[in-house]
């Protein structure tokens, strides 16, 4: 998953944050490519994992700074996602990861910068809380 325009929120720390979460998504999908092994994939979610967590509590460090409506919407999704990438953590562990897991990364990713966090950042934007870049 490569990072291209259509991720580009406008807010330069938002995009940069993202940037490294599919930096993430590149590196998972280069070591289950080159079958570099559970312990490798492990690290590579746990990296994604640290990543996701600094970008979510900015997003919501944001929302409640400026009052955002979907803030408990869009915090939920936070919290599904770490739920659901410690599990998939512990499941490497144990050899269970298959190619589902890039596919799940891939969309969820896709869907919440492209829809969640762009009506985030929209709402910033408009209401003049933040400049765009």
Not at 40 to 67: K, W
Request: glycine share 4%; net charge negative; hydrophobic share 45%.
């Amino acid at each position: 998953m490569d990072w291209n325009k259509e991720y580009e929120l406008g807010i330069p720390e938002l995009d940069a944050q993202h940037r490294q979460l599919l930096e993430c998504l590149e590196k998972l999908e280069a070591a289950e490519d080159e079958k570099a092994g559970e312990l490798a994939v492990y690290f590579v979610l746990t990296q994604l994992d640290a990543y996701s967590r600094v970008c979510f509590v900015v997003e919501e460090i944001l929302m409640r700074l400026f009052d955002y409506p979907g803030l408990a919407a869009h915090a939920k999704e936070h919290a599904d996602f770490a739920a659901r990438l410690i599990a998939l953590e512990q499941s490497e562990l144990r050899h269970e990861v298959h190619g589902e897991t890039r596919k799940f990364l891939h969309d969820w990713l896709a869907q919440h910068i492209g829809v969640s966090d762009r009506r985030f950042a929209r709402f910033l934007l408009d209401a003049g809380a933040i400049s765009p870049d």
